[in-house]
């Protein structure tokens, strides 16, 4: 029998132990789960300091905006919170914790290269026949960078869905043919030196500490998060044995409805038995219940499912749903799903639906510009007419569009509008993604896209057409109208001169009519001598209008065009990834001039440049790479970056679909929901092993856009359009 004092100690240590829960609050009702999140804030736990940070985890930034303005309402203040997304809040403990530090090297973008670098090395394995298959022929150099960008994916993917397999992977476990084999082989040389580096070791040396982790706060609020892969789940549940950790998860219906299924679903089975579907559900006690539910809410059964995820782990629950109020359709639809009803088969006389009834609207049009129309007329009738000020802001609406950079032009188009224009609505488009907002992004797309061009007028002049370029070259608005001006008048039509013409066609020609050097040789000899339209000068035909102002032009355009074609000639060298990056800094140098606020766009590129060459200097690749597969990776890395989000200003936010995924809205429109765009398609490669053996808790991105709909009837408040 131990002493009393040891026995106080383990007494005192087991009461620890259980007096940490993890604690589940469900509801329908956001704001609701945001007031509940806010009496705990306001009361913090025992032992806690009051300067200690609160964390809560969310799952987009949107979330995280709408949160801090809901808790700031209730307390009066929001200080002293972090909101970290679930990858940052456990790469952080992670890095605390492990004594493995990761570098960045097992980030997609940095194992890009790395796999670029081994796929040449590796190909003389018998293993990698149908690899090297597939890259044998013309284009190797592009198809090997494609290949690799999915295979980075697909190994993060793997990092958090199947980190198991990786951790066999790495000790010559669970080797076969086919894919597998080629695929762990490639794990093991990513690897090799770096065995406890990739976060499926730095999650299992996280779990497998019997310490309390270091740089726990006092607890962890979950917020708003309706699904996470196990791996972070796991995570968690960890965290929940030292500190209390409190989920606050939307649940759409009050009813137990775990094991219901949709009228789909029921049928293939109710086939598969030889059976009615009538007879299926009475034999197996299947009830659909609310269709929308049930084809929709397979996401949020799924994650219901797992928690948690261990059974010796003490759990509590707390309900805080609230039935919705209303007579309106969408209430009345919202009503359905809560009580897991179909209003569309059940009496419902006293439930009578009026003819002016607008809460919920479906809008056919012919094109997306007629849609943005559309939308714009709704929302004027919505803002500006019959209603009091007080009851409807245009803040109070969020369009969200599955496709947003394929909309945002139209959104441009239409609701940009002088503010004394009695259509102006305040709006803004957040979550765009850099290569289509940023005009600095937009230059080096189209520097890089010069080797495969023609050097055409139409090539030159979308990048005249930028801002920051005239403004580097000092071209006025205009000096750039007079530019184009004159460049119709000499007829140029491509290439610069008669050299660069012969290594674009193969065909040799000393005809250089309509090359860009001709069309400046006319201009500068109609400056230099007088002309008649009538007679040449040694073969060349003096231009007979450039005089005055349009000299100065001429001499700008000229400078522009001659730096633009020295560009395209050194493009052609092929040169390490670094280099590439050096380069491509100097060309905004070269080409970009941004004063004020516009400096910062030309600053965000660079500093996005800068990134790349560093994940390429942490996977160790140093080979030299042709223009094509640089412009293709930067490309990726420009679509992959987003501006500097824009949330809950004074206008209607325009955004894609995750920002504001279950956050109430007055009013929430959903444009382009046409049958090709939503719900967008799983569509794996045919090397993907997870979807050979799907788990629970795999990501399905059709399933995950169903849901959000779901969530996008649930959060509206007054109307979906």
């Known amino acids: 029998t131990p002493p009393h004092d040891v026995r106080h100690v383990l007494a005192c240590i087991t009461r620890k132990a259980i007096s940490t829960v993890l604690k589940i609050y469900q509801g329908n009702d956001l704001e609701r789960l945001a007031q509940r999140l806010s009496e705990l804030i306001a009361t913090p736990p025992d032992g806690a300091s009051a300067l200690d940070a609160e964390t809560v985890v969310v799952q987009s930034q949107g979330m995280h905006h709408w949160l801090s303005m809901q808790i700031a309402q209730r307390l009066g203040v ?67 960078y494609q290949l690799a960008e999915r295979l980075a994916s697909l190994f993060d993917h793997y990092g958090i869905y199947r980190p198991d397999m990786l951790l066999d992977w790495g000790r010559g476990r ?35 500490a019997k310490a309390r982790p270091e740089g726990l706060p006092a607890r962890v609020f979950v917020f708003g998060i309706t699904s996470l892969p196990p791996f972070y789940l796991q995570v968690l549940e960890h965290v929940s044995t030292f500190v209390d950790v409190h989920m606050f998860v939307q649940s759409p219906c009050d009813a137990f409805w775990g094991h219901a299924q949709s009228e789909r679903t029921i049928l293939k089975e109710a086939l598969a038995e030889g059976m009615s579907v009538e007879q299926f559900k009475h034999r197996f006690h299947h009830e659909s219940g609310n269709p929308l539910l049930t084809s929709m809410g397979r996401h949020i059964q799924d994650f219901s499912a797992m928690l948690p995820l261990r059974d010796d782990l003490p759990m509590e629950e707390e309900a805080l749903s609230v039935p919705p109020i209303g007579d309106t359709l969408l209430a009345r639809l919202q009503q359905d799903i809560f009580t897991f009803t179909d209003g569309a088969t059940e009496s419902h006389d006293d439930r009578q639906i009026l003819n002016d009834d607008t809460s919920l609207q479906i809008h056919v049009c012919h094109s997306p ?51 004394d224009d009695p259509l102006h609505i305040p709006f803004c488009i957040s979550d765009r993604a850099v290569s289509n907002a940023n005009p600095a992004a937009a230059f080096l797309m189209a ?123 050194a493009l052609a060298t092929p040169r390490p990834v670094a280099a590439w990056c050096r380069f491509t800094l100097e060309l905004t140098q ?34 030299s790479v042709s223009v094509s597969v640089f412009a293709a990776a930067l490309s990726q890395r420009l679509a992959q970056d987003t501006e500097r989000g824009r949330y809950l200003t004074r206008g209607v936010t325009f955004c894609n679909l995750l920002p504001f995924r279950g956050v109430p809205f007055k009013v929430i429109c959903l444009l382009g929901m046409n049958d090709q765009d939503f719900p967008r398609g799983d569509n794996p490669p045919a090397f993907d092993l997870m979807t050979a053996s799907p788990r629970l808790g795999d990501r399905s991105t059709r399933e995950d856009d169903r849901y959000m709909f779901l969530e996008a009837i649930l959060s509206a408040h007054e109307r979906l359009i």
């Open 78 to 144: 929001a200080a002293n919170i972090n909101f970290p997304f679930p990858e940052s809040f456990a790469q952080k403990l992670f890095d605390t914790n492990v004594v493995i530090r990761t570098l960045g090297r097992f980030s997609p973008n940095a194992m890009m290269w790395s796999i670029l670098g081994a796929m040449p090395r590796l190909m003389d394995q018998p293993s990698f026949n149908v690899v090297a298959r597939y890259l044998d022929g013309e284009g190797s150099d592009i198809k090997t």
């Open 174 to 208: 669970g080797l076969r043919s086919g894919h597998a084999a080629w695929q762990s082989a490639l794990w093991r040389d990513l690897v090799k030196g770096a065995e406890g580096q990739h976060p499926a070791s730095r999650q299992q040396l996280f779990l497998n």
């Open 369 to 419: 510009m007629r849609e943005v129309q559309v939308l714009r007329d709704q929302l004027i009738d919505l803002l500006k007419t019959d209603q009091d000020p007080a009851d409807m802001q245009p803040n109070d609406v969020v369009v969200m569009i599955p496709d947003l950079e394929s909309y945002a032009p139209y959104v441009d188009a239409v609701f940009s509008v002088s503010p």
């Open 447 to 569: 520097i890089y896209a010069l080797p495969a061009s023609r050097f055409t007028t139409r090539d030159v002049v979308q990048i005249l057409e930028i801002p920051l370029v005239r403004a580097r070259f000092g071209l006025s608005d205009a000096e750039y109208s007079a530019a184009v001006r004159l460049i119709a008048r000499t007829r140029i039509r491509w290439g610069y001169d008669v050299a660069q013409r012969e290594s674009i066609s193969g065909i040799s020609s000393q005809e250089p009519a309509h090359t860009w050097l001709s069309g400046f040789e006319q201009l500068l000899l109609g400056y230099a001598m007088p002309g008649d339209g009538m007679h040449l000068f040694e073969g060349r035909l003096p231009d007979r209008d450039v005089e005055g102002a349009d000299a100065v032009t001429v001499g700008k355009l000229a400078r522009f065009v001659r730096n633009l074609h020295e560009v395209c000639m």
């Open 590 to 623: 070269r080409f970009l001039l941004g004063v004020y606020d516009t400096r910062r766009l030309i600053e965000d590129v660079q500093l996005l440049v800068t990134a790349m060459q560093d994940e390429c200097r942490l996977a160790g690749f140093e080979h």
